[in-house]
């Protein structure tokens, strides 16, 4: 697990760093650490309920390496109703969420081989390399049982009977005692619990009484650790929902104000095209307008100067025909009146002759 973790999101703003760290408990530099003076029972370290303990020596000097709790059987009773209710809930996961645990464990004690194969040779007296490959060794039981766990089927039993059918169901059946030897103070333990685990039961393990401190020390880094795994996952998750959110908000408002923007640019759009054709409109009328007037006044001034030259040319026909009608008249009547006086003449000649 990577103890420190960069997180970075690209807004318009700015460059958002965050940056989290995550103080492992346990420390490759200081063995001391992993060396527990207290028993583990229901997710607590606890001491004796007779308050005695005993020394845990190096068998190489004699040197003291730790100091344990001496359980007895009260204390052996509270971890296995401890271990019973813990069993209620565990054999409810499914068996890749077990594996998932197992491997998880596997990883841990892999990153943390150095500094358990040290406790193995302060209080087994083994030689560091030895202790190196019992770590690996022991490792690979939680591997191996990760695996193991999911191929757990039941099968079909040929019935005797025709109108029967045989099954069997293997299910995990309660809390596991486990005992394990000093020679092998870790992968002992790995090869017994890993499976009692990937099976869905729960463990009360009785180390070696002369190699109590490797059972000590797996139960340290089993719970630290994936209780920072856990933690350091919650805050990638809040981390990034965070930025999720943040990022999100930065394109909801980028979102807005470019739809506020093209919103304004299309009502100035809209706006000038309407003026536009309105202009436009406001033109054509005019024109139109203008062209239909002069189209007017030049058919009413047609008409007008057709009209008053048909009133000038009937005027005239009709002064020329009433001359001439007088002309005519007159003519007719001085005709007349000369032939009456031709007439008179003749006759007034005549009465003289």
């Not at 460059?15 to 583990?40: G, N, P, V």
């Not at 004796?48 to 390496?65: D, E, Q």
């Not at 870790?186 to 039961?201: D, E, F, P, S, V």
Request: hydrophobic share 45%; proline share 3%.
């Amino acid at each position: 697990m990577p103890k420190t973790l960069f997180f970075v999101i690209n807004t318009s703003q700015q460059l958002f760093y965050k940056r989290i760290t995550y103080k492992t408990f346990i420390h490759k530099a200081r063995m001391s650490s992993l060396i527990k003076d207290k028993a583990y029972v229901n997710g607590e370290w606890v001491a004796a309920k007779s308050g005695a303990t005993y020394n845990v020596t190096n068998p190489a000097n004699g040197s003291i390496v730790g100091t344990v709790p001496d359980m007895k059987a009260t204390d052996t009773e509270v971890a296995i109703q401890s271990a019973y209710k813990a069993f209620q809930t565990w054999k409810k996961t499914t068996a890749k969420e077990r594996g998932e645990m197992l491997k998880k464990a596997y990883r841990i004690m892999l990153e943390q081989k150095e500094e358990l194969a040290r406790i193995i040779t302060l209080e087994n007296g083994k030689p560091t390399a030895e202790s190196m490959g019992e770590i690996n060794y022991g490792a690979g039981f939680c591997e191996w049982f990760a695996e193991e766990g999911r191929r757990i089927q039941g099968g079909i039993v040929s019935s005797p009977f025709p109108s029967k059918k045989i099954f069997t169901l293997k299910q995990p059946i309660g809390v596991c005692g486990m005992i394990t030897p000093w020679n092998f103070p870790n992968a002992m333990i790995t090869r017994k619990a890993c499976a009692a685990l990937a099976a869905g039961c729960t463990v009360v393990i009785k180390p070696g009484e002369d190699t109590p401190l490797s059972a000590l020390a797996l139960c340290e880094v089993y719970i630290v650790y994936i209780t920072l795994s856990t933690l350091a996952l919650c805050e990638v998750y809040i981390v990034y929902i965070t930025l999720s959110t943040l990022a999100l908000c930065e394109v909801y408002i980028v979102y807005i104000t470019l739809s506020a923007l093209a919103l304004c640019e299309v009502c100035i759009v809209y706006i000038t095209l309407s003026t536009l054709a309105l202009c436009e409109v406001y033109i054509e009328y005019i024109t139109l307008s203008a062209l239909a007037l002069c189209e007017v006044y030049i058919v009413y001034i047609t008409l007008s100067t057709l009209a008053l030259c048909e009133v000038y040319i009937v005027y005239i026909t009709l002064s020329a025909l009433a001359l001439c009608e007088v002309y005519i008249e007159y003519i007719t009547l001085s005709a007349l009146a000369l032939c009456e006086i031709y007439s008179i003449h003749y006759i007034v000649n005549s009465s003289f002759m």
